[in-house]
């Protein structure tokens, strides 16, 4: 049986409401099945002041101490982080089951969660984009791609 195409998002200590709303948007425009996030930030003022379209009704949002320990089954986990080494987004092939790990904005992903994320990959700009237009950039990306994944196109 074919592997069913899957996505999640998985925020490490996002830093307000209106990112983590914004990530919410953008997890339902692109049919993204949960997102889960860690520290406390976020939990000391949550009004999904940006999330419009009130997807937290139909994604869960879960706070989580650790996102390493939710890794849905038979999806590989991608950081998405500016280091050395991480391969570019246009190069890159999505898994078809990912949980793509994402930083705050204010920050990066430290190496304790990039040892563990099987790919990472980075948007080539010559700025920092803020945290919504990165998620929303690299779905759009697996998007765009569509049957363009590891396993092939899924006829029947």
């Given at each position: 049986?074919?592997?069913?195409?899957?996505?999640?998002?998985?925020?490490?200590?996002?830093?307000?409401?209106?990112?983590?709303?914004?990530?919410?948007?953008?997890?339902?425009?692109?049919?993204?099945?949960?997102?889960?996030?860690?520290?406390?930030?976020?939990?000391?003022?949550?009004?999904?002041?940006?999330?419009?379209?009130?997807?937290?009704?139909?994604?869960?949002?879960?706070?989580?101490?650790d996102l390493k320990k939710i890794?849905?089954?038979?999806?590989?986990?991608?950081?998405?982080?500016?280091?050395?080494?991480?391969?570019?987004?246009?190069?890159?092939?999505?898994?078809?089951?990912?949980?793509?790990?994402?930083?705050?904005?204010?920050?990066?992903?430290?190496?304790?969660?990039?040892?563990?994320?099987?790919?990472?990959?980075?948007?080539?700009?010559?700025?920092?984009?803020?945290?919504?237009?990165?998620?929303?950039?690299?779905?759009?990306?697996?998007?765009?791609?569509?049957?363009?994944?590891?396993?092939?196109?899924?006829?029947?």
């Amino acid at each position: 049986m074919a592997n069913k195409r899957y996505s999640c998002i998985g925020l490490y200590n996002p830093k307000s409401p209106e990112n983590v709303g914004s990530v919410m948007r953008a997890a339902g425009c692109y049919n993204v099945a949960s997102v889960f996030y860690t520290g406390k930030r976020y939990e000391r003022a949550r009004d999904f002041i940006t999330d419009t379209k009130k997807v937290h009704q139909d994604i869960p949002l879960i706070g989580i101490d650790d996102l390493k320990k939710i890794i849905p089954l038979g999806c590989i986990p991608v950081a998405v982080e500016m280091v050395e080494g991480a391969r570019p987004l246009p190069e890159y092939t999505h898994p078809d089951r990912a949980i793509y790990i994402f930083g705050p904005e204010d920050g990066s992903l430290g190496k304790d969660v990039l040892e563990w994320c099987e790919d990472v990959i980075y948007i080539p700009t010559t700025g920092c984009m803020n945290l919504a237009a990165t998620v929303n950039v690299v779905l759009y990306d697996r998007l765009a791609k569509g049957n363009n994944t590891r396993s092939g196109p899924k006829f029947g």
